[in-house]
T-cell receptor
Framework: DGGITQSPKYLFRKEGQNVTLSCEQN?????MYWYRQDPGQGLRLIYY???????QKGDIAEGYSVSREKKESFPLTVTSAQKNPTAFYLC?????????????FGEGSRLTVL | GDSVTQMEGPVTLSEEAFLTINCTYT??????LFWYVQYPGEGLQLLLK?????DKGSNKGFEATYRKETTSFHLEKGSVQVSDSAVYFC?????????????FGKGTKLSVKP
């Protein structure tokens, strides 16, 4: 089935450690996105990539890094510089051909800092 | 800049009650509008969309009409079920700038009691 796969679903991290969240899609979509979700704050855009080897900062990029070496993959690294990393992270993708704006989401990764 | 405002929750209803979740937007131009739904512990799924004024999006008994004159896209359902309990997000497609693809409202949590 086509879709977006995020892993791991749950992740625990000690303070000062970097962690990487995986996002893979087989929808042949050009654009991919990372959002952070906190209770009562909706979704906030961290980074997005419209094409391989290119990405742009969103509203809350500080303390995060990404790469886009392959069309299918857009991993997010939460670095030790991120002051409050405990959150639910959502990856999404969208096509550009005849794009009506719809985003397709993964099931999310919940990161907890101990 | 472009933005989406939706009614704050939580909203608690009895089964078979009528549902309205208000959503208004501010945008330059004529954005596409969306409602997404998030069931507990999952990512977001597209519920319905409308791409131009007076369009009505519908799915699973939910409806929303794109009203340019009132800049609104209110979500309605005539008879809710317990299985409709979820968080609902209104969103608009943003053209250009650093916002990525969609701008989301903060979400409205709906709880339906049997």
């Amino acid at each position: 089935d086509g879709g977006i796969t995020q892993s791991p679903k749950y992740l625990f991290r000690k303070e000062g450690q970097n962690v990487t969240l995986s996002c893979e899609q087989n929808l042949n979509h050009d654009a991919m996105y990372w959002y952070r979700q906190d209770p009562g704050q909706g979704l906030r855009l961290i980074y997005y990539s419209q094409i391989v080897n290119d990405f742009q900062k969103g509203d809350i990029a500080e303390g995060y890094s990404v790469s886009r070496e392959k069309k299918e993959s857009f991993p997010l690294t939460v670095t030790s510089a991120q002051k409050n990393p405990t959150a639910f992270y959502l990856c999404a993708s969208s096509g550009t051909s005849g794009n009506t704006g719809e985003l397709f989401f993964g099931e999310g990764s919940r990161l907890t800092v101990l | 800049g472009d933005s989406v405002t939706q009614m704050e929750g939580p909203v608690t209803l009895s089964e078979e009650a009528f549902l309205t979740i208000n959503c208004t937007y501010t945008a330059t131009g004529y954005p596409s509008l969306f409602w997404y739904v998030q069931y507990p512990g999952e990512g977001l799924q597209l519920l319905l969309k409308a791409t131009k004024a007076d369009d009505k999006g519908s799915n699973k008994g939910f409806e929303a009409t794109y009203r340019k004159e009132t800049t609104s896209f209110h979500l309605e359902k005539g008879s809710v079920q317990v299985s409709d309990s979820a968080v609902y997000f209104c969103a608009l497609k943003y053209y250009g700038g650093s916002q990525g693809n969609l701008i989301f409202g903060k979400g409205t949590k709906l709880s339906v009691k049997p």
